[in-house]
């Protein structure tokens, strides 16, 4: 039995079509080992992961704001514990004198009575003796 034409012409017409999907299927695969695809698909999924964990980080900070706002002062501290050491002390010693200029532009009249009354007041002597 001879093919009918008909059978022969359809073959060809899915012959042509299976070559052209794996043409097309060879292309996206050749194309996807390209080294710019790949370099592309590896930053695509570093992105995704660096998104997932930014999101799993803003959901715990949420949830636990003040142990991990104190975490990070406690480190920023520890950081910065050498200039701490050095700077503090006078930093104390001008925000006392700050504070003391401050309560006595405050209450003038009661530093002048104050100085009033230190004026007034006889000295003592240390060496004095019992009588």
Do not use: C
């Not at 050749?30 to 980080?57: C, F, I, M, T, W």
């Not at 405050?106 to 003592?124: G, I, R, S, Y």
Request: glycine share 4%; no cysteine; net charge positive.
């Amino acid at each position: 039995m001879r093919p009918s034409r008909a059978r022969l012409i359809n073959a060809v017409r899915r012959s042509m079509i299976q070559r052209a999907e794996l043409r097309r299927k060879l292309h996206v695969a050749g194309d996807a080992l390209k080294p710019k695809s790949l370099l592309d698909r590896g930053k695509y999924r570093v992105g995704e992961k660096v998104d997932d964990a930014a999101h799993v980080v803003r959901e715990q900070f949420r949830d636990n704001r003040l142990p991990i706002a104190l975490a990070a002062a406690a480190g920023l501290a520890w950081l910065f514990r050498e200039p701490i050491k050095e700077h503090v002390p006078r930093l104390g010693r001008k925000l006392r004198d700050l504070a003391d200029g401050a309560i006595a532009h405050l209450h003038p009249a009661h530093a002048e009575d104050e100085a009033a009354d230190d004026a007034e007041t006889p000295m003592e002597e240390d060496d004095e003796a019992p009588r």
